[in-house]
């Protein structure tokens, strides 16, 4: 039987941040950074990956990793594709799943996380494949699919995104839906952290409520 330590986070932290100007996964959200976050995310899942690149040892001697299997793209300018295949390189093969979670969607919380494993989970279709998040009839992230797509990821070259192969075949597609934007909200720029740093302490305040 399936569980939910089978499905393998691959957290991608690797780029530039050239727009941003300082590194994503640093970024403070009332005390605690970008990467503390995702970490947390995943937290009860199996032992995750991590792809760093650029700033990677500002970002390890800043942040306390705990248990994960660190990969790394050497290359930072060839982009996402590049870090998941890097992250996909050490996936076990004991793994049911995997699920790519670029860490600059700092709104996913564990519960989102906790929705979208327990749709694949439940899932009785062998047909269906990826699970993607959706507000609003928009994809979000993270995306979670099932192990055996890893080969397909890995066998685009790094200039190709990886909605290529998630649009290849979209019966292979199942869609979980979201009452709340926060699978949509990245940053790239400082207007954009401002603008996901006000969402999260809004989200922070009805928590405490």
Known sequence: MVEPRDVTPVLLAAG?????????ALLDFDGRVCLELALDAVRGLGTPILVLGAAREEIQARVKLGSVQLALNEDVESGQTASLKAGLACLAPS????????VDFPLVSNDEVARLTGAFLANRD???ALFIPSYGMQRGHPVLCRAELAAEFLALPDSAPARTVINQRPQRIAYVTYDEAYILMDMDTPDDYGKCLESYRARERRRSR
């Open 126 to 128: 062998p047909q269906k």
């Open 16 to 24: 530039a941040s050239t727009r941003m100007g300082r590194p994503k």
């Open 95 to 102: 793994a049911a799943a995997f699920l790519f979670h670029p």
